[in-house]
């Protein structure tokens, strides 16, 4: 089978090029190499030359002659004196024809667990092409900080590099990435830790995971904030029988008699998820003093402190606090570099992390190496701490502009977003149904999250959901706010005015302070 000379087949078949995204040279060579590899361009069929194939597809003809005369290069094509550029002989593999599929095993009597049957925060997988994604834990492709990242890339591309991260690590971890960890990272939360107290994951998710597996068993008596991230709440739920949640106040976690009956607890004591409160001092030193006197270990997921400003980050992490090494910290950089990175960390008394790295040798090994070290370039070379304070100006001022229009688009409603957060928490009146709202307004273009997967019990968190701005840019802010505030006409002017948390106040009035200044 082969495509004929014609222009319009020559269009069919880079008819995916998208002239935003990836180099048009290396689109047309992985075009080129599919129509190959599956037969639509049998072995010596000739290609348009590159004069009248760049006519066709409106670009440059050096981009065509580059994407030819790679794959020439890689003998992939063959050039002929005089004749033009054909497809080389013979394929390595040849297509074969799918086999008809018979009746499927019947899977559904054989799996342990039913993971599917749990209750997961939901969000469209095409979200970048909604106008106005108010989503947590997405990213403004904006605010990537690509030439520095490129930088690094090159950095640790090197061929003295290569050698070095390009083995098998089996259970450990780049060392200059452990190395930046402790020296650059961490201790801007107070930790300072020895490099057998650090272990690299694929993200806070595989740590949480890989912790809960080594924590929790069959019967241990678990504990989790009630509202909670829900994927560790259903992480737990797969590992324990014994699982109950635990009290959260204004200011976080509470250390009552059912916190105090756990042999493990999951909590999230620099922006509690996904209310965003910052536990204060005092309730820190509770949380810690209740978890000795009982024996219970803490697994604290600190998310995204880094984004917290220097000034704002004197307030110390719970493992930074810990004085008998109860404490599991964990950590990513998800939210500040951006999620498809995977890198996360775990920090822990030796022993742990010593557990930790066989448990996670039996998964997957470790980490890729060039990922690690092209972070610890980016760290090294000063990009990170750079980028987290161009990241946090920005995500500040989204903040500040936010709490400017609530009042006036959601006039009856209480809303939340402690200082270095990356979303509202937003409290609807009597009556209102936060998933029916972010079903109307997905069909309006607004991504909004329903709280009622965050509860145990999915009524208590009807009438809440979640405002990310990380992952809107700035000038769509007020437009998507119009919108989402067009969708409630039923929820009018308010009766007493607007109602903020006092960390609201507390920000709106200092920053009414620089402005007066």
């Known amino acids: 089978m082969s495509i004929d000379c014609s222009g319009p087949a020559w269009i069919q078949l880079f008819k995916g090029i998208d002239r935003t995204g990836l180099a048009l040279h290396l689109q047309i060579r992985r075009q080129l190499v599919t129509a190959i590899e599956t037969g639509l361009l049998d072995p010596e069929s000739r290609l348009l030359s590159s004069r009248r194939l760049a006519a066709i597809l409106g670009v440059a003809r050096n981009t065509v002659v580059a994407a030819y005369q790679s794959l020439i290069d890689e003998r992939i094509l063959v050039a002929r004196e005089r004749s033009g550029i054909f497809v ?17 095993f019947d899977w559904t009597t054989r799996f342990a667990v039913r993971p599917s049957n749990q209750r997961h925060i939901s969000k469209p997988r095409d979200w970048l092409n909604y106008p106005y994604p108010f989503l947590f834990g997405q990213f403004d492709p904006t605010l990537f900080p690509t030439n520095d990242w490129r930088e690094s890339v090159r950095a640790a591309s090197s061929v003295t590099e290569i050698n070095v991260w390009a083995g098998d690590l089996i259970d450990e971890d780049d060392p200059d990435l452990v190395e930046q960890l402790r020296l650059q990272v961490l201790p801007r939360r ?7 107290e650090v272990m690299i994951t694929i993200g806070a998710q595989q740590a949480l995971s890989l912790v809960a597996s080594l924590l929790v068993g069959r019967e241990t008596p678990a504990g989790v904030e009630d509202p909670c991230y829900p994927d560790i709440r259903n992480i737990l739920g797969l590992n324990t029988s014994d699982l109950v949640p635990l009290t959260v106040d204004r200011d976080g976690v509470v250390p009552d008699r059912v916190f105090a009956s756990r042999r493990v607890v999951f909590v999230t004591a620099g922006h509690q998820c996904p209310t965003t409160a910052v536990m204060p001092l005092a309730r820190r030193h509770a949380v810690l003093d209740a978890a000795r006197r009982h024996g219970i270990a803490i697994v604290e997921d600190d998310y995204e402190a880094d984004l917290l400003s220097e000034g704002e980050s004197d307030l110390p992490s719970l493992k930074s606090l810990d004085e008998g090494g109860l404490v599991v910290y964990i950590g990513s950089f998800s939210k500040v570099l951006a999620p498809g990175l995977r890198l996360g960390y775990v920090v822990a008394s030796p022993a742990v992390i010593a557990e930790l790295r066989v448990l996670r040798r039996l998964m997957l090994r470790h980490p890729p190496s060039n990922n690690q070290r092209a972070t610890a370039m980016f760290i090294a070379l000063g990009h990170y701490r750079s980028h987290l304070r161009q990241v946090a100006g920005v995500l500040s001022a989204r903040a500040n502009l936010i709490e400017r229009l609530l009042p006036q688009i959601l006039p009856r409603f209480r809303w939340r977003c402690d200082s270095g957060a990356t979303s509202f928490w937003v409290e609807g009146p009597a009556g209102f ?33 979640r405002l990310g701005f990380a992952s809107i840019q700035t000038a769509r802010i007020e437009a998507g706010l119009a919108r989402l505030g067009s969708l409630l006409p039923e929820f009018g002017p308010p009766e007493h005015g607007p109602r903020r948390s006092h960390q609201v106040e507390q920000r709106l009035e200092a920053a009414h302070g620089r402005d007066a200044r």
Do not use: T
């Not at 930790?191 to 057998?196: K, L, N, Q």
């Not at 998933?435 to 208590?460: C, N, T």
């Open 88 to 104: 080389a002989g013979e394929r390595s593999v040849s297509p074969k024809s799918p086999k008809p599929r018979g009746r499927d």
């Open 190 to 196: 107070g930790i300072f830790a020895a490099a057998d």
């Open 433 to 465: 149904d936060a998933r029916a709202l972010s079903i109307r307004a997905r069909g309006q273009g607004v991504l909004i999250e329903p709280g009622d997967v965050f509860f145990a019990d999915a009524e208590a968190g009807r009438s809440s959901f």
